[in-house]
């Protein structure tokens, strides 16, 4: 596990759109009626259509055809059985499952030299790989409600306490966030990282102590705002949205370390779309554009300008103090990534008992 310094990066409320050419000029392909693009339900896939689909379709004359039913992993799959002849032109993922992306070859090289991906260049390499360039970031530490727990939490390890018990609610292994909770163990134990057995021993004892078990993020939000969960894991993001719902929530940097999210977008592998698909994925990252993610959800914008552009109200929300910087926590998703299969079937035999 390395730690490295987590860029004060926001973005701008604006929502300009950037120069779009023509869909013809680009590589002299015809212009499609849509793209189909993976992403995820919910507010997420909501906030798309609103802040990025719209104005793309707008300035395109491209339809964004959203497919919400799959789960990051399930993506890599459909489009990796669709390489003879893609159906998709666009995937949505976090940093955790792109390593699996590349290991299955299924996204396309992006060029920053490419005239249709004009603000690639500026995004800091942290914040992308190679076919793929995250648009959101920040960091994954504990929210809780004070008005139900008598002591607050500080630190992973105290998720593990009787207090707790029935009023924890936590990500499914199939959840973006899901097999974090293996590392998660193993700190909380005082271990490595990537002691797996240190972290399914947690694990184990973690399941009995009845948690709730959400599929997707806006169940643990819900869990938190309805007061059915007192104490759960979530991004520093998304506590806001919590209060912005009528919840009750404060959010603690663990003492072991607040481990980083990033989400972003890459390109279907043999899409017949590419030029356009190039245009979209430059439209995530304008910084003229990425001020949504900040009003919607709290999110820091990955592109270096945009900081300046968002008003000072939302500039707290998504930056980090320099000590928290420093302690801010990159898991090797290389690693988790070659262990997933495992992970998952393992995870499944110790909450079902079996």
Do not use: C
Not at 267 to 285: D, G, H, S
Request: no cysteine; aromatic share 8%.
């Amino acid at each position: 596990m390395r730690r490295r310094g987590f860029m004060k990066l926001a973005a701008s409320a604006a929502v300009a759109l950037p120069a779009i050419g023509p869909a013809r000029l680009a590589f002299g392909q015809d212009k499609p009626e849509s793209l189909a693009m993976m992403t995820w339900g919910g507010l997420w896939g909501d906030g798309m259509t609103k802040n990025v689909d719209t104005p793309f379709a707008e300035k395109t004359g491209v339809k964004i055809i959203q497919d919400r039913g799959s789960s990051p992993v399930e993506r890599i799959t459909k489009l990796k059985i669709s390489l003879d002849n893609q159906v998709y032109d666009l995937v949505q993922l976090h940093d955790g499952v792109v390593p699996l992306a590349e290991a299955q070859g299924v996204l396309e090289d992006l060029d920053p030299t490419s005239p249709n991906l004009s603000y690639l260049a500026a995004i800091p390499d942290r914040f992308r790989r190679k076919g793929w360039v995250a648009m959101i970031y920040s960091a994954l530490g504990i929210a809780y409600n004070p008005n139900l727990v008598k002591k607050p939490p500080t630190s992973f390890a105290d998720l593990w306490s009787e207090d707790y018990r029935g009023a924890i609610v936590l990500p499914e292994i199939t959840h973006s966030i899901g097999p974090y909770i293996i590392p998660i163990g193993a700190m909380a134990a005082g271990k490595d990282a990537k002691d797996a057995e240190a972290g399914f021993d947690m694990l184990t004892k973690l399941a009995d102590l009845d948690p709730i078990w959400a599929k997707d993020t806006d169940t643990i939000m819900s869990a938190l705002v309805n007061e059915e969960a007192a104490v759960g894991l979530l991004y520093k993001s998304q506590t806001f949205t919590v209060l912005q719902q009528g919840g009750t929530v404060e959010w603690v940097f663990p003492k072991e370390g607040a481990i980083s999210y990033l989400s972003g977008t890459g390109i279907a592998k043999n899409t017949k779309n590419k030029a356009l698909a190039e245009q979209f994925v430059n439209m995530t990252i304008d910084p003229s554009i990425q001020g949504w993610v900040a009003q919607v959800f709290n999110y820091g914008g990955t592109h270096p300008d945009t900081l300046a552009k968002l008003p000072v109200e939302f500039q707290e929300r998504v930056q980090f103090s320099p000590e928290e910087t420093a302690r801010i926590i990159d898991l090797d998703h290389e690693f988790i990534s070659g262990k997933r299969g495992e992970w998952t079937d393992r995870w499944n035999r110790v909450v079902s008992g079996g």
